[in-house]
């Protein structure tokens, strides 16, 4: 499967932005999608994730109630929606794809996107 990520952009702490990456080539609804970030010299690190239909959802704690995950498989598109961001979530945004459950570690997924950059000023 071919991944598309795009929607980054500049945005002032405690405004919000949507993420969105589009899949192609396989069916999109047999995979569990997941999104990652990457910062300036740092590892990358899970995001949050979602099942094959959506019904499950998971994320890491500094995003908790700040993101949220989703997914259209009609349009073969997963999003990421950012509320209330913060300096700290600046980073590349990197979404994936995985067949099976759900998994938060980047060794898990099989097909990576390119990344959008998501700046966030204070």
């Known amino acids: 499967v071919q991944l598309q990520a795009y929607g980054g952009g500049l945005v002032q702490a405690g405004g919000s932005l949507r993420l969105s990456c589009a899949a192609s080539?396989?069916?999109?609804?047999?995979?569990?999608m997941g999104w990652f970030r990457q910062a300036p010299g740092k590892e990358r690190e899970f995001v949050a994730a979602?099942?094959?239909?959506?019904?499950?959802?998971f994320y890491t704690d500094p995003v908790k109630g700040r993101f949220t995950i989703s997914r259209d498989n009609a349009k073969n598109t997963v999003y990421l929606q950012l509320n209330s961001v913060k300096p700290e979530d600046t980073a590349v945004y990197y979404c994936?794809?995985?067949?099976?459950?759900?998994?938060?570690?980047?060794?898990?997924?099989?097909?990576w996107g390119q990344g959008t950059l998501v700046t966030v000023s204070s």
């Open positions: 994936a794809a995985r067949q099976g459950s759900i998994a938060t570690t980047v060794t898990d997924y099989n097909y």
């Open positions: 080539g396989r069916i999109f609804g047999n995979f569990a």
């Open positions: 979602i099942s094959e239909s959506g019904s499950t959802t």
